[in-house]
């Protein structure tokens, strides 16, 4: 079975008001690249990973006028993908949902959200000291993680968890003062997000469960300055520090970072710095296995243009994969 995470820049732009694919020559939301472009590079690459189930973050809006469901359906008939059923769980007001898409013949699908004292459903209100005044703040996803139950044909049962976390930049800073204040609140809530979905990881480890967590974590072991602040990056949050194996998620690229932060680092995103007119790179997509999960040796992917030399040398697929998005697809190929 292959599972996939893909980070699909503004997807929602490429669709009209009654769900249908919009391919002509307007701009879309990427820098020059046109609707019909974009579209294009995406089915060739959706249908390049050929996955079982994607987990597709910043997926079309669902809202009173449209449907995300039906636009993600839409799309797979169109490029005639066997990802022809969609799921999407608690809807938002970003116009950037989280999606599963997935083929009904080899699993089926529900959106299965939990609740408890310690970890409450992701639609809800979270409540913490974020800024240690001893008072309680309330913490909200602005994208609900997508939390589903998925079973194979053969019976296997397992938990996805699909998530794309608060980004850190301090977008509206109006001086550098303005930008470390910013960037450290963003911070504090991103890493309070963490905190809240790895309670909810932790239950379902307590409980035996199988479950891979990805998504769009915006951050990473090492990424930025401001985690020495706070001693760890919310991705080692979710992952787990308790030294039990049994709950400790995995993945290998951010096992890579931590194990060697200072060596060559596996990146999933590209994107352009405008003031220093350059590209920077970043380790933002995961998908984190549960131990069980972890011994049946998968094989992890990055669909990277320039680091994989599969996607380098096909060069349609490099185009598109540069095309599409500001990340790029993660796969997982398991045995179940």
Known sequence: MRIATYNVEWFTYLFDDNNELV??????????????????????????????????????DTSPNRSGRVALENFAQHFGLRTTKALIGFDNT???????????????????????????????????????????????????????????KSGKQ??????????????????????MRISIA???????????????????L????????MGDFNDGPGLDGYEKLFGRSGVEIVLGQSG???QTLYDPHAEAVMM?????RPTT???????????????????????????????????????????WNKQELRDALLVASDHFPVTLDIDL
């Open 269 to 311: 995103s590209r994107f352009f710095v405008r003031h220093e007119n350059r590209y920077l790179n970043a380790l933002l997509d995961y998908i984190m296995v549960s131990a069980d999960l972890a011994a049946k040796a998968p094989k992890w992917h990055i669909w990277h243009p320039f680091d994989d030399p599969d996607c």
């Open 244 to 246: 039990d194996a049994a």
């Open 94 to 152: 970003t116009q950037q949902e989280i999606a599963l898409l997935y083929d009904p013949k080899v699993v089926t699908a529900v959106h299965d959200p939990r609740t408890s004292a310690a970890a409450p459903t992701f639609n809800t209100t979270f409540r913490m000291d974020l800024d240690i005044d001893a008072r309680m703040d309330d913490v909200v996803f602005s994208k609900p993680p997508l939390e589903v139950a998925l079973t194979t």
């Open 23 to 60: 391919q002509d020559d307007s701009w879309s939301s990427r820098y020059n690249v046109t609707k019909e472009m974009q579209a294009q590079a995406l089915g060739l690459i959706f249908k390049s990973i050929d996955a079982d189930v994607v987990m597709v973050i910043e997926a079309p």
């Open 260 to 264: 060697h932060p200072f060596g060559a």
């Open 186 to 204: 963003n911070r504090r809530k991103q890493l309070a997000q963490c905190i809240w979905l790895r309670a909810r990881i932790t239950e379902h």
């Open 158 to 179: 397992l938990r996805l968890i699909g998530a794309h976390l608060k980004s850190k930049a301090p977008h509206g800073a109006r001086n550098d003062a303005d930008a």
């Open 206 to 213: 307590t409980a035996g469960d199988s479950i891979a967590v």
